[in-house]
């Protein structure tokens, strides 16, 4: 075993004496260390020109390089698999590994554990309409989606999971009360309310009293549609936008546009993305949330005023920024489609291209 290694100043004198003309046996009893690290120093003084202390490489790893490779690609073709699961699966090819090592060969390859998000399920067919909106809209005009009138509906509870505080506080006093928020079963009740906006602003926020259907929709609309696309001075060749719920694609409430002359944004399914009004949803709660409401008439007062209190200049950049939603659904599309090409040989990949890729 090493013993411990000698000064720069003893590995310098070796060098010196060296220079000198001494050879390995006289440096060796002048200065009273093994002739053979004196050989060792002068040797790697006469390749690397130094006799400081170069990189070393540490502890060779126990895990074979098939081993981490088997641990990458596992994690990369299965996600969710779970440390415990790799640990097996390692196992029954003969190869123990720690949880602990598993977590560092998949962080030395870029993998680190995430929660994963949460999306809408998408069917291949809602897919193709996501692709199929994207590339139609993809050459319009900034002036088009200024006169776009977003709408959507949303539920703000009173005790919501939004009511997420961050507290300065001493280690195990979470619990004190000035360190923690009160919590109610269900959210402490709720609301649920209707809202538009443009790029020139928000227009009218709507509580909605009960259930929601068709009749009530169009109430919602008779009331606020025309007046807040009066106040957003979008003019009368507007398009509204909703999304496909059953009650707003409902033919007594299509007849309703058609006999208002309101041209309707062609929408696809299980978009919310597509949205921009979820960028404002998200924003209006934490607002709300932290003026505190104790009940519902304060929650459904302070929504007011904080929708209100939404910038004009926060309205138009979300539209203003709106193309880019469309080119990131394309090019989704695009990448799935060249990591097909690459499984595929020179004689399919011409025929994938001519039948596929080109009619998309």
Same mark, same amino acid.
């Given at each position: 075993?090493?013993?411990?290694?000698?000064?720069?100043?003893?590995? #310098?004198?070796?060098?010196?004496?060296?220079?000198? !003309?001494?050879?390995?046996?006289?440096? /060796?009893?002048?200065?009273?260390?093994?002739?053979?690290?004196?050989?060792?120093?002068?040797l790697?003084?006469?390749?690397? %020109?130094?006799?400081?202390?170069?990189?070393?490489?540490?502890?060779?790893?126990?895990? /074979?390089a098939?081993?981490?490779?088997?641990?990458?690609?596992?994690?990369?073709?299965?996600?969710?698999?779970?440390?415990?699961?790799? %640990?097996?699966?390692t196992?029954?090819?003969?190869?123990?590994?720690?949880?602990?090592?598993?977590?560092?060969? &998949?962080?030395? /390859? =870029?993998?680190?554990?995430?929660?994963?998000?949460?999306?809408?399920?998408?069917?291949?067919?809602?897919?193709?309409?996501?692709?199929?909106?994207?590339?139609?809209?993809?050459?319009?005009?900034?002036?088009?989606?200024?006169?776009?009138?977003?709408?959507?509906?949303?539920?703000?509870?009173?005790? !919501?999971? +939004?009511?997420?505080r961050?507290?300065?506080?001493?280690?195990?006093?979470?619990?004190?009360?000035?360190?923690?928020?009160?919590?109610v079963?269900?959210? !402490? !009740?709720?609301?649920?309310?209707?809202?538009?906006?443009?790029s020139? =602003?928000?227009?009218?926020?709507?509580?909605? #009293?009960?259930?929601?259907? =068709?009749?009530?929709?169009?109430?919602?609309?008779?009331?606020?549609?025309?007046?807040?696309?009066?106040?957003?001075?979008?003019?009368?060749?507007?398009v509204?936008?909703?999304?496909? #719920?059953?009650?707003?694609?409902?033919?007594s409430?299509?007849?309703?546009?058609?006999?208002?002359?309101?041209?309707?944004?062609?929408?696809?399914?299980?978009?919310? #993305?597509?949205?921009?009004?979820?960028?404002?949803?998200?924003?209006l709660?934490?607002?709300?949330?932290?003026? /505190?409401?104790?009940?519902?008439?304060? &929650?459904?007062?302070?929504?007011?005023?904080?929708?209100?209190?939404?910038?004009?200049?926060?309205?138009?950049?979300?539209?203003?920024?709106?193309?880019?939603?469309?080119?990131?659904?394309?090019?989704?599309?695009?990448?799935?489609?060249?990591?097909?090409?690459?499984? &595929? +040989?020179?004689?399919?990949?011409?025929?994938?291209?001519?039948?596929?890729?080109?009619?998309?």
């Amino acid at each position: 075993m090493k013993n411990k290694e000698h000064t720069r100043q003893v590995r #310098d004198t070796v060098v010196k004496k060296f220079k000198a !003309g001494f050879g390995y046996k006289k440096i /060796s009893q002048a200065l009273n260390i093994p002739r053979n690290t004196v050989q060792a120093i002068i040797l790697k003084w006469k390749e690397y %020109q130094t006799t400081a202390n170069l990189p070393r490489p540490g502890r060779p790893s126990k895990r /074979s390089a098939h081993t981490r490779r088997r641990l990458i690609r596992d994690a990369a073709k299965r996600p969710m698999i779970t440390p415990d699961e790799l %640990q097996r699966s390692t196992a029954e090819v003969g190869d123990s590994v720690h949880r602990t090592t598993i977590s560092r060969i &998949l962080h030395k /390859s =870029g993998l680190y554990g995430r929660v994963a998000r949460r999306k809408p399920f998408l069917k291949d067919i809602h897919k193709k309409c996501r692709l199929k909106f994207a590339t139609s809209h993809l050459g319009d005009t900034p002036n088009m989606w200024k006169k776009v009138l977003w709408s959507d509906e949303t539920k703000i509870e009173l005790f !919501g999971s +939004n009511a997420r505080r961050y507290v300065w506080r001493k280690s195990n006093t979470a619990h004190h009360p000035e360190h923690t928020i009160p919590t109610v079963k269900h959210g !402490g !009740g709720s609301i649920m309310v209707w809202a538009c906006f443009s790029s020139a =602003g928000t227009g009218k926020m709507v509580k909605i #009293d009960g259930k929601m259907d =068709g009749a009530k929709y169009r109430t919602i609309l008779e009331v606020n549609l025309m007046e807040s696309a009066k106040d957003l001075r979008l003019g009368r060749r507007f398009v509204f936008q909703q999304d496909n #719920d059953p009650k707003h694609k409902a033919k007594s409430t299509m007849e309703w546009f058609k006999n208002k002359h309101i041209q309707v944004l062609e929408w696809p399914s299980q978009s919310p #993305d597509l949205n921009p009004i979820e960028n404002l949803w998200k924003e209006l709660k934490t607002a709300v949330h932290k003026c /505190s409401p104790s009940n519902l008439t304060e &929650l459904e007062l302070f929504c007011k005023e904080e929708w209100e209190k939404m910038s004009v200049s926060r309205c138009a950049k979300l539209i203003e920024t709106y193309p880019k939603r469309l080119i990131a659904v394309s090019q989704q599309k695009v990448a799935l489609q060249s990591i097909n090409l690459r499984g &595929l +040989n020179n004689f399919a990949r011409p025929i994938f291209q001519f039948f596929f890729v080109k009619k998309v």
